[in-house]
């Protein structure tokens, strides 16, 4: 992976070997429902520096509830291009004798992954990576592949890398979940999964980090928060269960970095803290809603805490402030540093953007800042993050549209509030994109999350329906598009040439 170091790339652990995982999104007939009955332990977990002899005990309290997930992608396939067939003189001669190889072709590949049963009437948590784009999901308990169960997605958050499974089914082994707030570096942990297809394994290591984030892992950005872990996760893991010594699940799963392919002793996994209320915010209210500031956070460096006269770097810099958002109105300004947030020290942007994520919009949150060397607190009645904060698979609608055309893209119309939150002015007209997949064509060629697509080949893009259709019906396999963007205090229009086919994804 780019980011971690050339040598070393980052794997989803949830793929088997050349599975291709397609970029497209899940509808279901699901709709708002009660949160599932879970079993939640947070009592402190006993550290005995004595080593033990056996795990047995905590492997038959777990893995009963890890399951097996097999999704099933429709994988388009660009056709060979034979040069002889491109010959006008060639064409001419044989008319329309040639092979129509120009035509699309699919085929079916399957791809494996891991989950954990939650509660005893058949949620289930995994990854969201490992049934991103299926058009269909079986779930099999345990080694039993012969007694597989049809899976609905319930809900998916890519900002966190979870979603949601239902199967229909009763009295089943529920694990107990944990506390992941409570997790100690050298905390023994086991990971259990099915890596590379040959069955449930259970390995064993310690936690080596956390709250590890800026790597971009599956495309996150802003909401990494992973557990680290030397113990052994491979393609197969995805969406699989990381319990301590007790057998509680304090972790999903996600992802290695390695550069062999296999584990190399450095697997991450989402916290079950934070999986678990967007579990129950996908369920109970039909997406995940998220706390929301209405600031430009930045990390406070040593040359700017010495420039504001302050003995250390802890807290997070208000670099901007949208206007008319919760922070303006409770009167924060620019430059002021956010030392605390709920009475919890805030150490840089990052830790202070997942404490705001972590509060319910509505709910009142105390910020304590500096400004201009004096102390100030305010009170902030925080509003709901706006943007792509994750889904119920039955709470689609109108206004938001995936553009299958121009792959891996995703966009949703403007309204009065997001033109505010964004500073859009009134007079740009266009849709704006939430959504980019890293491995697209329309990354290559520049397009960010945030992007206002005003124009596709010069034809205005009126809103999300009307986008979709100008890459649908497009008969060049470049797309033209005119870009709004901004950057900091500046607004700029540039143009960008994207490839309007779609891109064979390997795993």
């Known amino acids: 992976m780019k980011n971690l170091s050339?040598?070393?790339?980052?794997?989803?652990a949830g793929m088997?070997?050349?599975?291709?995982?397609?970029?497209?999104?899940?509808?279901?007939?699901?709709?708002?429902?009660?949160?599932?009955?879970?079993?939640?332990?947070?009592?402190?977990?006993?550290?005995?520096?004595?080593?033990?002899?056996?795990?047995?005990?905590?492997?038959?309290?777990?893995?009963?509830?890890?399951?097996?997930?097999?999704?099933?992608?429709?994988?388009?396939?660009?056709?060979?291009?034979?040069?002889?067939?491109?010959n006008p003189l060639f064409r001419q001669f044989f008319g329309d004798q040639l092979p129509q190889n120009n035509r699309d072709l699919t085929r079916k590949e399957q791809s494996l992954g891991s989950g954990v049963i939650v509660s005893a009437d058949g949620y289930i948590l995994t990854a969201n990576h490992v049934v991103y784009g299926a058009d269909e999901i079986k779930v099999a308990l345990g080694d039993n592949a012969d007694k597989k169960f049809t899976a609905k997605v319930i809900g998916t958050d890519p900002q966190t890398d979870v979603a949601i499974l239902k199967i229909d089914a009763t009295g089943l082994p529920a694990v107990t979940l944990g506390d992941s707030d409570q997790l100690e570096i050298g905390d023994v942990v086991l990971a259990v999964g099915n890596p590379f297809g040959v069955g449930q394994t259970v390995t064993k290591g310690i936690i080596s980090?956390?709250?590890?984030?800026?790597y971009g892992i599956n495309g996150i950005h802003g909401f990494e928060n992973f557990?680290?872990?030397?113990?052994?996760?491979?393609?197969?893991?995805?969406?699989?269960?990381l319990v301590d010594a007790d057998g509680r699940l304090i972790g999903i799963n996600t992802w290695i970095a390695t550069s062999s392919?296999?584990?190399?002793?450095?697997?991450?996994?989402?916290?079950?803290?934070?999986?678990?209320?967007?579990?129950?915010?996908?369920?109970?209210?039909?997406?995940?809603?998220?706390?929301?500031?209405?600031?430009?956070p930045q990390d406070l460096t040593a040359d700017l805490a010495k420039a504001f006269g302050l003995a250390n770097q802890g807290g997070a810099l208000v670099g901007g402030i949208f206007p008319n958002t919760?922070?303006?109105?409770?009167?924060?300004?620019?430059?002021?540093?956010i030392t605390e947030f709920n009475g919890k020290p805030v150490t840089?942007?990052?830790?202070?953007?997942?404490?705001?994520?972590?509060?319910?919009?509505?709910?009142?949150?105390?910020?304590?800042?500096?400004?201009?060397?004096?102390?100030?607190?305010?009170?902030?009645?925080?509003?709901?993050?706006?943007?792509?904060?994750?889904?119920?698979?039955?709470?689609?609608?109108?206004?938001?549209?995936?553009?299958?055309?121009?792959?891996?893209?995703?966009?949703?119309?403007?309204?009065?509030?997001?033109?505010?939150?964004?500073?859009?002015?009134?007079?740009?007209?266009?849709?704006?994109?939430?959504?980019?997949?890293?491995?697209?064509?329309?990354?290559?060629?520049g397009l960010q999350k945030g992007d206002v697509?005003?124009?596709?080949?010069?034809?205005?893009?009126?809103?999300?329906?009307?986008?979709?259709?100008?890459?649908?019906?497009?008969?060049t396999d470049r797309l033209l598009l005119e870009i709004w963007r901004r950057e900091g205090d500046m607004a700029t229009t540039t143009y960008l040439s994207v490839d309007n086919t779609k891109r064979d994804k390997e795993k």
């Open 348 to 445: 840089d942007a990052h830790t202070l953007t997942l404490m705001v994520s972590d509060c319910a919009p509505g709910s009142d949150a105390t910020v304590k800042v500096i400004r201009k060397g004096a102390a100030k607190t305010f009170t902030v009645t925080l509003g709901e993050l706006p943007g792509e904060n994750g889904k119920n698979e039955g709470a689609q609608t109108s206004n938001s549209s995936t553009t299958d055309a121009l792959d891996g893209v995703t966009v949703t119309d403007l309204d009065s509030q997001m033109r505010d939150e964004l500073q859009i002015p009134a007079d740009i007209k266009g849709v704006i994109v939430t959504d980019v997949g890293e491995d697209s064509n329309a990354a290559d060629a």
């Open 227 to 241: 557990i680290q872990t030397d113990a052994a996760i491979n393609p197969g893991n995805s969406g699989g269960a």
């Open 209 to 214: 980090a956390l709250g590890r984030h800026g």
């Open 16 to 86: 088997l070997f050349g599975v291709a995982i397609l970029v497209s999104f899940h509808f279901n007939l699901f709709g708002k429902d009660v949160a599932p009955s879970i079993s939640v332990d947070s009592t402190p977990i006993v550290r005995d520096v004595k080593t033990g002899t056996s795990y047995a005990p905590i492997v038959k309290k777990a893995a009963p509830s890890v399951v097996n997930i097999y999704s099933t992608h429709t994988v388009h396939v660009r056709p060979m291009q034979d040069p002889f067939m491109n």
């Open 326 to 337: 919760p922070a303006a109105k409770a009167g924060v300004k620019s430059g002021d540093i």
């Open 261 to 296: 392919g296999g584990s190399e002793g450095v697997g991450f996994a989402v916290p079950i803290n934070m999986a678990r209320r967007v579990m129950n915010s996908l369920i109970t209210h039909g997406k995940v809603a998220r706390g929301y500031l209405g600031i430009h």
């Open 453 to 475: 697509i005003v124009e596709i080949n010069q034809r205005p893009a009126a809103n999300s329906d009307e986008a979709k259709k100008l890459c649908n019906q497009a008969k």
């Open 6 to 12: 050339q040598s070393v790339m980052g794997i989803v």
